[in-house]
């Protein structure tokens, strides 16, 4: 299953594009960040990657589906 992925901020430079399609070896997010943070192992490092589904915050058991879009929400500091 493929599906859309947008990313902003450092996760963005991490992937090295704001959106692209991703073939996704599972059934949710968990297997979804599993299979990323293989793929790009520099998203390990980041402590409070958060994920959105189809503009809702989701946690690691929601399943997707191949018309969902998964934004990837990067730590946020704040001044």
């Known amino acids: 299953m ?5 990313s ?3 996760v963005r430079d991490i992937l ?4 692209l399609t991703y073939a996704v070896q ?10 990323l943070m293989s793929t790009f192992p520099e998203l390990k490092r980041l402590k409070s990657l958060r994920f ?12 997707i589906n191949d ?7 990067p730590p946020v500091s704040g001044g």
């Open 2 to 6: 493929e599906v859309k992925l947008v």
């Open 8 to 10: 902003y901020g450092i």
């Open 16 to 19: 090295k594009e704001k959106e």
């Open 26 to 35: 599972g059934q949710t997010i968990g297997d979804l960040k599993t299979d």
């Open 52 to 63: 959105a589904v189809n503009q809702e915050y989701v946690d690691d058991t929601q399943s």
């Open 67 to 73: 018309t969902d879009e998964i934004i990837l929400i």
